[in-house]
C-alpha cells in the first residue's frame, strides 16, 4: 500500500504540481492561505536581534518570504528547506533581486537536515504540516527545538480540520470532492492537488504539534484561524 507520508511520495507530488501550485492554492482557499502566511509571520515573538538569521522550513515556492521581510526588513538571511526540486525551482524563478542574496537553497528533506544547532533566530514554517504523521511531527518539534538559538522564535500553520464548525461538512466537501474534480478537469486528470483533503482530514489540528513542541521545552500559543480552518502555533525557546 503508498505510504502518502514517505519524504519520496511527498516529493514526487510536490515536484508534478509545483508549476501550478500558487495559483492553486490561492483560488483553492479563495485567498485564505495569503491572509494565513500574514497571520503567521504577526504570530513571531518579536525577534531576539536586530539582523535575524532563520529559517524557512518547507517553504516551498517562497510564497512567506515577501510579508515576513515587509514586517521584519532586517532579516539578514533565510535557509529555505524543502524537499522537492521543483518547489525550489518556482521560488528561485520568482525571487526578485532585492531579496535573492538573502536566502539560501538547500534541497533536503526537513527532518533529515544538517542544520547546526543552536543558530536560528527564528523558523517559520507555512503549510508544511499536513503532509508529516504524528510520529513526523513528534521529529520535527525536534528539530525546532534543536536548530533555535537560546531566545530564538518560530511561527507554524496549517491548514485544519475544523471541528465544531456548523459548516466543516460543506469544506470538507470542497476539499474532498469539489476540488478533485476542479483539478481533474483543468489540470488534464492529475490528483496531486486532490490529495489535500485526505492530507487536511489526517492532520486535525496544530494542538497535536503544540504538544510536541512543549514536550521538547519551547513557549508555545496556540491559535485557531477562521473557525478552525487553519490552525497555528508560535513561541519562543527559552533562554
Ligand atoms: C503545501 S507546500 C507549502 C509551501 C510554502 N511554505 C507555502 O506557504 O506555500 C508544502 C511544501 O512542503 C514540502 N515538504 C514536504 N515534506 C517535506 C520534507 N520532509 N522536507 C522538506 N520539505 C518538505 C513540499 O515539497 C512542499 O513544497
Redesign the pocket.
Known amino acids: 500500500m503508498t505510504d502518502i507520508y514517505d ?1 519520496a511520495f ?2 514526487d ?3 508534478r504540481c ?1 508549476r501550478n ?2 495559483w492553486w ?1 490561492m483560488v483553492a482557499s479563495f485567498g485564505f ?1 495569503a491572509i494565513w ?1 500574514r497571520q503567521c509571520v504577526s504570530a513571531l515573538p518579536p525577534m531576539p536581534c536586530e539582523r535575524p538569521h532563520g529559517v ?9 518570504w515577501g510579508p515576513l521581510i515587509r514586517r521584519h526588513p532586517r532579516i539578514a538571511s533565510i535557509t529555505a ?4 526540486t ?2 525550489h525551482r518556482q521560488a528561485v524563478a520568482r525571487l526578485h533581486r532585492s531579496r535573492s542574496d538573502r536566502i539560501r537553497h538547500l534541497e ?6 544538517n542544520l547546526p544547532t543552536g543558530t536560528a533566530d527564528f523558523l517559520i ?4 504540516m ?3 504523521n504524528a510520529a ?1 511531527h513528534a521529529k520535527f518539534a525536534v528539530e525546532v527545538a534543536r536548530v533555535l538559538k537560546p531566545g530564538g522564535v518560530f511561527a507554524i ?1 496549517e491548514a485544519s480540520d475544523p471541528e465544531g464548525w456548523p459548516l466543516r461538512s460543506l469544506y470538507l466537501f470542497h476539499l474532498e470532492k469539489v476540488l478533485p474534480w476542479i483539478e481533474y478537469l483543468f489540470l488534464r486528470g492529475a490528483q496531486d492537488f486532490a490529495m ?1 483533503g485526505q492530507y487536511t482530514r489526517n492532520f486535525g489540528d496544530c494542538s497535536g504539534l503544540a504538544e510536541e513542541l512543549r514536550g521538547q521545552g519551547l513557549e508555545v500559543t496556540f491559535r485557531r484561524h477562521f473557525f478552525g480552518c487553519a490552525t497555528s502555533v508560535a513561541g519562543r525557546k527559552p533562554g
Do not use: H, W
Open positions: 519524504p511527498v516529493k507530488v510536490f515536484d509545483g501550485y500558487r492554492s492561505v502566511r524557512d522550513m518547507m517553504a516551498g515556492t517562497g510564497e512567506v528547506i524543502d524537499i522537492s521543483e518547489m533536503i528533506d526537513a527532518l533529515a537536515n514554517s507555512t503549510f508544511g499536513k503532509t508529516f513526523q500553520i489535500i
